[in-house]
Structures are given as C-alpha cells and as structure tokens.
C-alpha cells in the first residue's frame, strides 16, 4: 500500500477534522491504495476519536496513529475504533509492556541533527533495535528525517545504511525529499508520502502507478482478484491505463493480452466487480484486487475460475441481511423473527442453555450452530459485523 500522512494541527476548522478526512480520501479514490498515516497534539487526537465519521473511516479503511507519551491511556480506546496501527515514538520502548499487541504497533525514529551525527545516532538506535527482544520480531519501524537537514543523496546513503543493518520492515518519512528520489529509490524503500495541508496531493494517483514495476511482464502486472472474504476469483492482468480506469471508476478494469485493449469486467455480461481495495506485494511486481463480485466471475458460470465459492460466517452474515432486507415474512424465518428483537434476545437464551447442556461433540455443534445463527441475527440488527468482533478479539491479542 501506499502510505499518506496528514496533520491534523495543519487543519483550520477544529470541528470539521474527521469530515475533511473523510471526504477528501474517500472522494479521490486514495482508500483504494493507501495507508493513512493521521499525526497531531494529544488534544487534537482525543478529539478525532470521538467523531462518528472517523470511526466509520477507521472500520471500512486503514488508518494508523502517530502517538506521543499523553495518549497512551488512550491506546485501547484507538484500537477500539478500528486503528490498524499505532506508531510510537521509539524512546517509549521502556514502558512498552506488551499490553498492546506487537502486531498493532509501529516504531518511530527521528533524525533532525546534523549529517554526521544522524549517522552516529542510526549506529547507535539500530544496534539497540537488533538487541532488544521485543524489537527483533518483524514489528516494521518508521525513520523520519528533517527535510531541511538532509540532501536527497544524503538520504539515501543513510537508508541503505539502516537496509544493510536491520530485517524489520522500515517505511521513510522525509518529507518533500520523498520527490526527489529517482523511481528505482523510490520503489525499494518504502516512501511516506507527506500532506502540507488538509489536501493530500493531487498527483497521488501518478505516485501510486510509479512504484509499481512494470517492467517485467511487458508493461503489464499480474493481478489477482478475491472476494471481501477472501475467495479467489481470477487471474487477470493490469497495464498503467488499465489501472489508471480501475482507479477513477471504482471497478475491475484490466488488460486483454488476447484482445490487445482493455477491458471492464462485466460490461457485456453484468457480473460486474465494485473494487474496493488495490494492494501490491514486496517486490510492486504483482497486484492484488478486492472487490465485491455481483454474478460470477468466470466465463464458465462458476462463481470463481478456481471453483465455488467458499462458505464462511461472513457468508451467512450477508445471507441474513438480504433475508432480513428483501423477504417477505411469510416466506422466511430469519425475516419474521428478525422484527422483533426480543423475540432474538429469547432464542439466543434457550440456544445457549442448549450449548450448555450438549449430550456429545456432535449435538455440540449442532446447538452452537443454531446458537451463533440467532447471534448474527442480533449483530445484524445492531449494526455490528462479523469483522467488528473479530477487530475487537484482535484488539485484546497479547
């Protein structure tokens, strides 16, 4: 993914924070292919929390927080909301004890000094980083550099340091620097790129299509497509003008080696695909596409080209909203009951009691499949999804 930062302190209407956000990522399309790197004072943060519209961004998008020492009671509360990760500025590593997850968490490193004492400094900082337990997994690191102080040569002179040094995955946070770095730099070390106001630039499209290699399969990348639970649907292949389309009109458009032209999935046959996420492998040489499939996808009438369609509980979560949305009540259950919530809440006692009382393994699985059939119901019927609750158990992963 491609990693935007923005600070929220650079915003000129307070009240107005997460709808700028919102709408500014979400209208241009920048929730397809990036990360949001989202920065401020502790006050400005705790504000942004309790906005509705950020919590709905943080559920549907990835977001992560730049953290000082103030808001570290705040931590549960961030994960709460559907904050991917939490990027902490590396001299808390004292008082990290863990109670977050190692998996939600980002080292931040910063450099301001002079060249020869930043090098100094690196040695140092990456020594510690390679001796510290905690540190030694793949917890990724962010190195951020005072563009003023720093050459663009200097820079990279100092990232192939840091590259030689430490296995953990590093991102580079440096600025405008970040422009005049030749593509091949740019596509080997993971670039942030930088928001100066509330509007991210405009050209993040044309930044995006130049980390990506397309040099090895003739101007063209493989693309494989899943579901929103995962499924494979099909191999495809993506050019520049292809992915550019894909981009701009939210929906699966690839390129036909074949027919030597692009072509929109769907447009003859509606089995149409709504993208919803673009994201790239370690070398930007391969692409993976989520979207939601309306039909099938492949030419054969199957569901995907690699076979049918997996069940899942997010796959009877979506078939009791269509029931509860569109049946009638006479023909289905799940409708009629669904009218009612104290009618759920009953079932829901009377299966658990069931689980509670189960004979063998087998009428074990039976009463917890009923059990979790009118739990999903009341989900439903309270706005929760299968993916809220699992964020939430990811949330209390030690």
Same mark, same amino acid.
Request: charged share 30%; hydrophobic share 40%; proline share 2%.
């Given at each position: 993914?491609?990693?935007?930062? @923005?600070?929220?302190?650079? @915003?000129?209407? *307070?009240?107005?924070? $997460? ?19 989202? *920065? ?23 977001? #992560? ?10 931590? =549960? ?14 001299? @808390? ?34 020594? /510690? ?14 190195? !951020?550099?005072?563009? /003023? ?39 080997? %070390? ?20 130049? @980390?990506?290699? %397309? ?20 191999? $495809?292949?993506?050019?520049? /003008?292809?992915?550019? +389309?894909?981009? +701009? ?11 030597? +032209?692009? #072509?929109?999935?769907?447009? =003859?046959?509606?089995?149409? !695909? ?22 099938? $996808? ?14 899942? &509980? !997010? =796959? ?14 006479? *023909?289905?259950?799940?409708?009629? &009951? ?27 699985? #039976? /009463?917890? $499949?009923?059990?979790?059939?009118? &739990? ?17 158990? #990811?949330?209390?992963? +030690?």
């Amino acid at each position: 993914m491609l990693i935007t930062k @923005l600070n929220l302190d650079r @915003l000129n209407k *307070e009240k107005k924070e $997460a709808d700028l956000i919102g709408s500014e990522y979400e209208e241009r399309n920048w929730d397809l292919f990036t990360v949001l790197v989202i *920065e401020g004072d502790s006050s400005s943060i705790s504000r942004l929390i309790t906005k509705k519209n950020f919590q709905r961004l943080c559920k549907n998008h990835d977001i #992560w927080i730049n953290v000082d020492e103030k808001l570290i009671d705040h931590f =549960s509360e961030l994960l709460r909301c559907g904050v991917k990760k939490i990027v902490l500025p590396f001299h @808390l590593k004292c008082r990290f004890n863990l109670e977050i997850p190692a998996s939600r968490v980002i080292w931040r490193v910063n450099y301001d000094n002079n060249f020869h004492s930043r090098i100094k400094k690196i040695s140092a900082e990456v020594s /510690e980083i390679i001796e510290t337990p905690y540190l030694n997994s793949m917890i990724p690191i962010i190195f !951020q550099f005072c563009e /003023e102080e720093i050459s663009h040569l200097e820079l990279e002179h100092l990232l192939k340091s840091i590259k030689s040094s430490i296995k953990n995955p590093f991102y580079v946070d440096a600025g405008l620097l970040s422009k005049e770095i030749d593509k091949r730099r740019f596509r080997e %070390f993971n670039f942030i790129i930088n928001s100066k106001n509330c509007v991210i630039d405009s050209n993040l499209d044309d930044t995006f299509l130049n @980390l990506l290699n %397309f040099d090895k399969a003739g101007g063209l990348i493989p693309t494989i497509v899943r579901d929103t639970i995962g499924n494979i649907l099909m191999l $495809a292949y993506s050019s520049k /003008e292809s992915l550019k +389309k894909a981009i +701009k009109l939210r929906r699966g458009v690839y390129y036909s080696r074949s027919r030597q +032209k692009l #072509w929109i999935k769907g447009e =003859s046959s509606e089995n149409t !695909q709504e993208l919803l996420k673009i994201q790239f492998d370690c070398d930007k040489d391969s692409l993976i596409f989520t979207v939601k499939q309306t039909n099938f $996808a492949c030419h054969l009438g199957r569901y995907s080209c690699f076979g049918d369609e997996k069940f899942s &509980i !997010q =796959s009877l979560y979506e078939i009791i909203k269509d029931r509860v949305r569109n049946s009638s009540r006479e *023909e289905s259950f799940t409708k009629r &009951i669904s009218v009612n919530q104290s009618k759920v809440l009953e079932k829901i006692k009377e299966e658990a009691i069931e689980v509670l009382n189960f004979i063998d393994r087998e009428n074990l699985v #039976w /009463e917890i $499949a009923d059990l979790s059939y009118f &739990i999903l119901i009341l989900m439903f019927l309270n706005d929760i999804t299968p993916s809220d609750v699992l964020n939430e158990l #990811w949330r209390r992963r +030690k």
